[in-house]
């Protein structure tokens, strides 16, 4: 009976998983729409009370999204108000949609893969992973890999498709 061989293992190639770098943070999101009078305008003493009487420790040690789900003018202000507030409760917060928070966890996850075993590698980025906002993730990844790498291909080692190749 013959040896089964692992080409792939054998070849060097770096395989790696983009669905390592999913955000690992809960995610939970403030949305204002929810302190409008009558969903139109924010009060700014009714939304100071809010801001007061607000039970903030639900957000500690959470990746928090601050939006408006309605088409409303929120003032900065407002924003800035909650922003002050979680500031030393929440792990990490953003004003913007949920995709938004989940492109920045996704980059702080890849900012601290550590290049050392990538240097002068030939790298494969799995086509299938479950990640959100997967073509920013890949972005970011190159980004992060190229000025290290020999080359970058995208799928899997059977069947790659090459995306850089240092000159």
């Known amino acids: 009976m013959e040896e089964i061989i692992n080409k792939v293992k054998d070849s060097g190639l770096i395989s790696l998983d983009l669905g390592k770098f999913n955000p690992k943070d809960e995610i939970i999101g403030i949305d204002l729409a929810e302190q409008l009078w009558q969903g139109l305008v924010l009060k700014e003493k009714d939304f100071r009370n809010w801001i007061k009487e607000n039970n903030w420790s639900q957000f500690e040690n959470k990746a928090v ?3 408006c789900s309605v088409d409303a003018l929120i003032p900065t202000w407002a924003y ?14 953003i004003v913007g949609t949920k995709i938004d928070l989940q492109k920045k966890l996704i980059q702080k996850e890849i900012s601290k893969e550590p290049l050392e075993k990538y240097h002068d590698g030939r790298v494969i980025v799995k086509g ?8 920013f993730a890949m972005v970011t990844l190159i980004q992060h890999l190229q000025p290290v790498v020999k ?10 498709v090459p995306v850089y190749k240092r000159k």
């Open 65 to 67: 999204y601050i939006h």
């Open 128 to 135: 299938c992973s479950d990640i959100p906002a997967v073509d």
């Open 80 to 93: 800035m108000l909650v922003a002050s507030t979680i500031n030393n409760i929440a792990e990490t917060y």
């Open 151 to 160: 080359s970058i291909m995208y799928g899997e080692p059977c069947s790659t």
